[in-house]
């Protein structure tokens, strides 16, 4: 879970989206959110990991195991 923040940042970075692209296609109204999930400052909600799960079309032990990788890091 310690790399959640990391693994979205690259699924993100590799779709070449903004923040602010991505929160809006998750539904959110800011990207704060997203920004402070990515720099560790803040633990995703389940509701969250679902909605980046289903987006990117990983699956949630990709995003939440530290020692499954993504996009073959």
């Known amino acids: 879970m310690k790399r959640f923040g990391e693994k979205l940042h690259f699924l993100r970075t590799h779709r070449e989206m903004t923040l ?10 800011a990207h704060g959110y997203i920004s ?4 560790g400052k ?3 909600t389940t509701e969250f ?9 990983v699956t949630t032990d990709e995003l939440l195991k530290d020692e499954l990788e ?3 890091k």
Do not use: N
Request: net charge positive.
């Open 42 to 44: 803040k633990k995703p």
């Open 70 to 72: 993504i996009g073959g």
């Open 20 to 29: 602010k692209e991505l929160a809006y296609a998750l539904g959110l109204t």
């Open 36 to 39: 402070e999930i990515e720099a």
């Open 49 to 57: 990991v679902l909605k980046v799960a289903r987006y990117f079309k």
